[in-house]
């Protein structure tokens, strides 16, 4: 059976909308699907449910699927459901949930979805909306994890199978059971505590999707080794650190000295980390061309100078798998960038 066909049931599709009512009903949300007739019953499911859902498919006219996604900036429309035809070339900032329900081949069509919702939200364009993180919901269909991520949504018809093993101590007891006669678990609760270890190493593992994100960027991002969690990229003219203040991840970008732009140091964004990531690879790539985010790959990878490794923070001496590049971007931010930011974050509530 192909694997669109069975995420595509009357019982699953049941759940997907429960999840995400549980996790993102308030948030304004793009699903990707397997194929036309999944999305189509994907957004039936949603409809039937009293939320405000929509379909876009190739098969609209261009005049009816850009009503829809008129809709959903007006707030007639909550949920917009799609195969891939907003994968890319669409924007949306105020999105903030992304749903995927189908297989992603290759890491930069998870990557492509998954940035639907990564957008930081203009004031100035959006005034009533507001967004401090993006939600991924991934139905266990091995896409963030490189194909590893385990995450089990159980039909409601295969509960009651299911149920012949405690959840404690695995022995089979009876099927009608709700303690177990071995071991005197309740099983429910046991049931719940192994859902709750089961998120939580879901969750752990999701970190990894901060990686993928960023093998999208032009610019590679140097771990600073500092409490803050700080990281840092550089180009010719501008520098982006990210780092983690006061229970919120910033971006904050500023001009190289030197550099050949006219721009003050400034908070990017404020908020989630992926989203803080994404905001500031958008700065790196505003004020750096292709041209020169390759000339820094091309030499980044050389080995530290003897006056750069002379400059490096102690954290850093000693340290043999430093770059040239890592190297630049450490000391960018040690000699210029370190007191920009404490500056800019000084202003913040």
């Known amino acids: 059976m192909r694997q669109n066909h069975i995420l ?31 999305a189509s019953n994907v957004t039936d499911a ?18 009816a699927r ?3 996604l008129q809709d959903i900036e007006t707030g007639k429309v909550q949920v917009l459901v799609n195969v891939a035809i907003l994968t890319e070339g669409w924007d949306y900032p105020p999105i903030s949930c992304v749903v995927l329900l189908r297989c992603s081949s290759y890491k930069s069509t998870m ?12 004031a100035s364009i959006y005034p009533n909306d507001t967004k401090t993180d993006c939600i991924v919901l991934d139905f266990g269909i091995s896409t963030i994890l490189h194909g590893n991520l385990e995450q089990e949504i159980k039909l409601k018809e295969e509960l009651a199978k299911e149920r012949d093993t405690c959840p404690d101590c695995k022995k089979k007891i009876p099927l ?57 990229a550089a180009g010719f003219n501008v520098w982006c650190c990210v780092l983690e203040y006061e229970g919120k991840w910033f971006a904050i ?32 790539c505003k004020y750096e061309t292709h041209e020169a985010a390759s000339k820094v790959g091309r030499w980044r990878h050389e080995k ?10 102690s954290q850093f001496k000693g340290v043999r798998k430093i770059t040239k590049g890592d190297a630049s971007a450490i000391l960018t931010y040690k000699l210029q960038a370190y007191n920009e930011i404490k500056h800019a974050l000084s202003g913040v509530a």
């Open 8 to 38: 595509d049931t009357v019982p699953l599709n049941t759940r997907v909308v429960e999840e995400w009512k549980a996790k993102a009903g308030t948030r304004k949300t793009v699903i990707f699907c397997s194929d036309i007739k999944h």
């Open 46 to 63: 949603f409809k039937r449910s009293g939320v405000k859902a929509e379909l876009v498919t190739s098969l609209m006219t261009s005049e």
């Open 66 to 68: 850009q009503q829809v």
């Open 111 to 122: 990557i492509q979805m998954i940035g639907r919702g990564l957008r930081p939200i203009d």
């Open 176 to 232: 009608s059971a709700e303690v177990c006669p071995l071991c005197n678990a309740d099983i429910e609760e046991a049931e719940e505590q192994q859902k709750v270890a089961r998120e939580k190493r879901i969750l752990e593992r999701f970190v990894m999707a901060e990686i993928n994100l960023l093998e999208k960027s032009h610019f590679a991002w140097t771990d600073l080794r500092l409490p803050n969690k700080a990281m840092i």
């Open 253 to 284: 970008g500023g001009r190289k000295q030197g550099g050949n732009i006219d721009t003050e140091t400034t908070i990017v964004h404020k908020g989630g980390k992926l989203q803080a990531l994404a905001a500031g690879n958008d700065f790196l």
């Open 304 to 313: 530290p100078t003897t006056k750069q490794r002379k400059w490096l923070p």
